[in-house]
């Protein structure tokens, strides 16, 4: 008997959630078309487009360690054969040399992520504003490969030329 009652049960839910399914097709079926689409236009429209990361850019690497000195660092970004972006970034510091840098872009979020020959690394995280043309990041430097540096990290404003 409770098996009975159970497959009732089940077969009532079954029927219920058919007919909210289909009310609710119903439903969106009976919004004129052009409301439809400014109904799908502003639903895409909260998704950033891909910020253009491409070209050259250069700011100043600050430390949150007092006894760390500045640094700067120019980055010259451009598409692989791939069409995955790559960076190559020329600096003056102690700890890190010329530097191959992965770009990953999603909106204006920001991702470079590389290390030089040594083995020493740098992951620089940041957004980049509206006009595309200021990247304002947080890095993080590991120079412990080479015995040279230890680990530092602070901000780094870059601007596109």
């Not at 950033?48 to 250069?58: I, M």
């Not at 957004?127 to 120079?143: E, P, S, W």
Request: proline share 2%; charged share 20%; glycine share 8%.
């Amino acid at each position: 008997m409770t098996s009975k009652i159970l497959s009732f049960r089940v077969l009532l839910l079954s029927l219920l959630l058919l007919m909210t399914m289909r009310a609710g097709a119903s439903l969106y079926a009976a919004i004129p078309a052009d409301d439809q689409s400014r109904q799908a236009t502003a639903a895409n429209s909260t998704q950033q487009p891909a910020t253009d990361f491409t070209g050259t850019w250069s700011g100043t690497f600050l430390s949150k360690h007092a006894n760390v000195a500045p640094f700067t660092m120019t980055i010259v970004v451009n598409p692989d054969s791939q069409g995955h972006l790559i960076g190559t970034g020329s600096l003056n510091s102690d700890c890190l040399k010329d530097v191959r840098l992965e770009v990953t872009v999603a909106g204006s979020k920001v991702l470079l992520a590389g290390s030089d020959e040594d083995g020493d690394n740098i992951t620089v995280r940041g957004m980049v504003d509206k006009a595309g043309t200021l990247l304002k990041a947080k890095y993080i430097l590991n120079g412990s490969a080479t015995g040279r540096c230890e680990t530092d990290d602070g901000t780094a404003d870059l601007a596109k030329r």
